[in-house]
Protein backbone atom coordinates (compact mmCIF):
# COMPACT_ATOMS: atom_id res chain seq x y z
CA UNK A 1 0.00 0.00 0.00
CA UNK A 2 2.83 2.19 0.54
CA UNK A 3 4.01 2.25 -2.88
CA UNK A 4 0.50 2.97 -3.79
CA UNK A 5 -0.14 6.18 -1.65
CA UNK A 6 3.14 7.46 -2.79
CA UNK A 7 1.82 7.23 -6.61
CA UNK A 8 -1.11 8.97 -5.79
CA UNK A 9 0.58 11.49 -3.69
CA UNK A 10 3.10 12.37 -6.98
CA UNK A 11 -0.14 12.48 -9.21
CA UNK A 12 -0.49 9.51 -11.67
CA UNK A 13 -3.15 8.89 -14.16
CA UNK A 14 -3.93 7.01 -17.23
CA UNK A 15 -5.03 7.43 -20.92
CA UNK A 16 -6.87 4.43 -22.59
CA UNK A 17 -7.46 4.32 -26.54
CA UNK A 18 -4.46 7.16 -27.49
CA UNK A 19 -3.63 5.39 -30.78
CA UNK A 20 0.09 4.39 -30.90
CA UNK A 21 2.66 5.20 -33.87
CA UNK A 22 4.93 2.59 -34.98
CA UNK A 23 8.01 4.57 -33.87
CA UNK A 24 6.94 6.30 -31.05
CA UNK A 25 9.92 6.90 -28.65
CA UNK A 26 9.45 10.73 -26.61
CA UNK A 27 6.46 11.43 -29.18
CA UNK A 28 3.86 9.83 -26.78
CA UNK A 29 4.73 12.60 -24.13
CA UNK A 30 3.74 15.29 -26.92
CA UNK A 31 0.68 13.61 -28.02
CA UNK A 32 -0.62 13.56 -24.38
CA UNK A 33 0.49 17.46 -24.14
CA UNK A 34 -2.11 17.82 -26.96
CA UNK A 35 -4.36 16.41 -25.54
CA UNK A 36 -4.30 18.29 -21.97
CA UNK A 37 -4.31 21.19 -24.49
CA UNK A 38 -7.23 20.26 -25.44
CA UNK A 39 -8.80 19.79 -22.01
CA UNK A 40 -7.73 23.16 -20.92
CA UNK A 41 -4.56 21.98 -18.66
CA UNK A 42 -0.54 22.25 -19.48
CA UNK A 43 1.25 20.61 -16.86
CA UNK A 44 4.77 19.58 -17.11
CA UNK A 45 4.73 15.57 -16.95
CA UNK A 46 6.09 12.62 -18.04
CA UNK A 47 4.63 9.27 -20.06
CA UNK A 48 4.94 5.93 -20.96
CA UNK A 49 3.43 3.45 -22.50
CA UNK A 50 2.54 0.06 -20.45
CA UNK A 51 2.45 -3.33 -21.47
CA UNK A 52 3.45 -5.24 -24.55
CA UNK A 53 1.51 -5.04 -27.35
CA UNK A 54 -0.49 -7.41 -28.41
CA UNK A 55 -1.39 -6.85 -32.13
CA UNK A 56 -0.86 -4.16 -34.40
CA UNK A 57 -4.76 -2.90 -34.29
CA UNK A 58 -4.35 -2.74 -30.22
CA UNK A 59 -2.96 -0.24 -28.02
CA UNK A 60 -1.71 0.19 -24.66
CA UNK A 61 -2.59 2.49 -21.79
CA UNK A 62 -0.55 5.59 -21.30
CA UNK A 63 0.96 6.01 -17.80
CA UNK A 64 1.11 9.58 -16.98
CA UNK A 65 2.89 11.11 -13.74
CA UNK A 66 2.33 14.90 -13.08
CA UNK A 67 3.56 16.98 -10.29
CA UNK A 68 0.88 17.20 -7.70
CA UNK A 69 -2.78 15.00 -7.18
CA UNK A 70 -4.45 18.79 -7.53
CA UNK A 71 -3.33 18.83 -11.30
CA UNK A 72 -4.72 15.59 -11.63
CA UNK A 73 -7.89 16.38 -10.39
CA UNK A 74 -8.47 19.25 -12.39
CA UNK A 75 -7.48 17.54 -15.69
CA UNK A 76 -9.94 14.36 -14.62
CA UNK A 77 -12.73 16.77 -13.86
CA UNK A 78 -12.04 18.93 -17.58
CA UNK A 79 -11.74 15.41 -19.00
CA UNK A 80 -15.27 15.07 -20.36
CA UNK A 81 -14.12 18.12 -22.99
CA UNK A 82 -12.99 15.35 -24.90
CA UNK A 83 -15.99 13.26 -26.25
CA UNK A 84 -16.78 17.07 -28.10
CA UNK A 85 -12.91 16.69 -29.82
CA UNK A 86 -13.03 15.42 -33.38
CA UNK A 87 -9.52 14.01 -32.80
CA UNK A 88 -9.69 13.21 -29.86
CA UNK A 89 -13.13 11.49 -28.96
CA UNK A 90 -12.19 7.88 -28.37
CA UNK A 91 -9.30 8.82 -25.45
CA UNK A 92 -10.64 8.12 -22.19
CA UNK A 93 -8.74 9.09 -19.26
CA UNK A 94 -8.52 7.31 -15.66
CA UNK A 95 -7.56 7.85 -12.06
CA UNK A 96 -5.35 5.78 -10.77
CA UNK A 97 -6.84 2.88 -8.21
CA UNK A 98 -5.15 0.24 -6.53
CA UNK A 99 -6.01 -2.81 -6.82
CA UNK A 100 -8.97 -2.94 -3.92
CA UNK A 101 -10.38 0.11 -5.71
CA UNK A 102 -10.63 -1.58 -9.60
CA UNK A 103 -12.11 -4.79 -8.23
CA UNK A 104 -14.48 -2.76 -6.15
CA UNK A 105 -15.74 -0.17 -9.74
CA UNK A 106 -15.24 -3.77 -11.59
CA UNK A 107 -18.50 -5.23 -9.45
CA UNK A 108 -20.02 -1.46 -9.59
CA UNK A 109 -19.80 -1.36 -13.45
CA UNK A 110 -21.16 -5.25 -13.83
CA UNK A 111 -24.29 -4.14 -10.78
CA UNK A 112 -24.82 -1.07 -13.32
CA UNK A 113 -24.84 -3.11 -16.29
CA UNK A 114 -27.93 -5.06 -14.86
CA UNK A 115 -29.78 -2.52 -14.03
CA UNK A 116 -29.56 -0.73 -17.38
CA UNK A 117 -30.55 -4.37 -18.99
CA UNK A 118 -33.95 -4.47 -16.43
CA UNK A 119 -34.09 -0.66 -17.02
CA UNK A 120 -33.43 0.38 -20.28
CA UNK A 121 -35.89 3.46 -20.21
CA UNK A 122 -33.40 5.00 -17.84
CA UNK A 123 -30.00 5.92 -17.95
CA UNK A 124 -27.41 5.08 -15.46
CA UNK A 125 -24.17 6.47 -14.36
CA UNK A 126 -21.73 6.04 -11.57
CA UNK A 127 -20.58 9.02 -9.29
CA UNK A 128 -19.05 8.71 -6.18
CA UNK A 129 -18.89 5.32 -5.77
CA UNK A 130 -22.62 4.78 -5.83
CA UNK A 131 -25.07 4.00 -9.03
CA UNK A 132 -27.76 6.85 -10.09
CA UNK A 133 -30.42 6.68 -12.63
CA UNK A 134 -32.06 9.50 -14.75
CA UNK A 135 -34.51 9.56 -17.37
CA UNK A 136 -33.00 8.41 -21.33
CA UNK A 137 -33.95 12.19 -23.30
CA UNK A 138 -35.68 10.76 -26.16
Known sequence: KQWYQR???VGTFFFFGLPEEE???DGVEKRI??????????????????GK?????????????????LIV???LINA??????ERFKTVYL????SPEQREARKELIASMKA?????????FYIKDGEIHCAKRNQ
Open 33 to 50: SEVLQEVGVKPKLEAQRI
Open 23 to 25: EEG
Open 94 to 97: SPDR
Open 73 to 75: QQI
Open 80 to 85: RNLRNS
Open 7 to 9: RVA
Open 115 to 123: KALAEPDKK
Open 53 to 69: KKTVSSTRPVRVCVSSS
